[in-house]
T-cell receptor, first 113, second 111 residues
Framework: DTEVTQTPKHLVMGMTNKKSLKCEQH?????MYWYKQKAKKPPELMFVYSYEKLSINESVPSRFSPECPNSSLLNLHLHALQPEDSALYLC????????????FGPGTRLTVL | GEDVEQSLFLSVREGDSSVINCTYT??????LYWYKQEPGAGLQLLTY?????DMKQDQRLTVLLNKKDKHLSLRIADTQTGDSAIYFC???????????FGTGTQLKVEL
């Protein structure tokens, strides 16, 4: 199984809502990532979990809250988002270190009204 | 920080070769990658090259690395309409997990 799955595929939320994005992989990878991508731009790293511990937070606003319940799952909790947070949110996973081939999920298209 | 630049757009005819270029500033990169992104999809890893290599070939894909000029390229032979996508180069420095992505090149393949 070389797949990273993400749910939901699309999400529309108001600025007062709370929602969560989910990501799952069964490749035995111990590093998992959240990226934000605007149209026709490269992905921007948000968070990295290594062995289920947060290892990198790229100064992301606190309205985004990551969680890694176990080695296969990664969540991104969303609260009080702004319209400028509308983007494609990508999850990825990789082995720790070495070649670090990152495998990406299909993304969640988020629209904040 | 690292700057990784790509030309914005490339248009080729079906059956021709495509060459997508990437220039970077940090010479400490250990692994260099090429990703493909089709509309509405995630990124697909195409290939990678280790920094001590000059060239890597994988079926229709050839990666060339010129460390002196800090230049990476991806050649796609016999380009097909299914190759139309945005291509990102990405670099990893040291032993960490962080990738620095290039600005992306949109490849359009015309009949």
């Amino acid at each position: 199984d070389t797949e990273v799955t993400q749910t939901p595929k699309h999400l529309v939320m108001g600025m007062t809502n709370k929602k969560s994005l989910k990501c799952e992989q069964h490749m035995g990878h111990r590093a998992m990532y959240w990226y934000k991508q605007k149209a026709k731009k490269p992905p921007e790293l948000m968070f990295v979990y290594s062995y289920e511990k947060l290892s990198i937070n790229e100064s992301v606003p606190s309205r985004f809250s990551p969680e890694c319940p176990n080695s296969s799952l990664l969540n991104l909790h969303l609260h009080a988002l702004q319209p400028e947070d509308s983007a494609l949110y990508l999850c990825a996973s990789s082995q720790e270190g070495g070649v670090n081939e990152q495998f990406f999920g299909p993304g969640t298209r988020l629209t904040v009204l | 920080g690292e700057d990784v630049e790509q030309s914005l757009f490339l248009s080729v005819r079906e059956g021709d070769s495509s060459v997508i270029n990437c220039t970077y500033t940090d010479s400490s990169s250990t692994y260099l990658y090429w990703y493909k992104q089709e509309p509405g999809a995630g990124l697909q890893l195409l290939t990678y090259i280790f920094s001590n290599m000059d060239m890597k070939q994988d079926q229709r894909l050839t990666v060339l690395l010129n460390k002196k000029d800090k230049h990476l390229s991806l050649r796609i032979a016999d380009t097909q309409t299914g190759d139309s996508a945005i291509y990102f180069c990405a670099l990893k420095a040291g032993g960490g997990n962080k990738l620095t992505f290039g600005t992306g090149t949109q490849l359009k393949v015309e009949l």
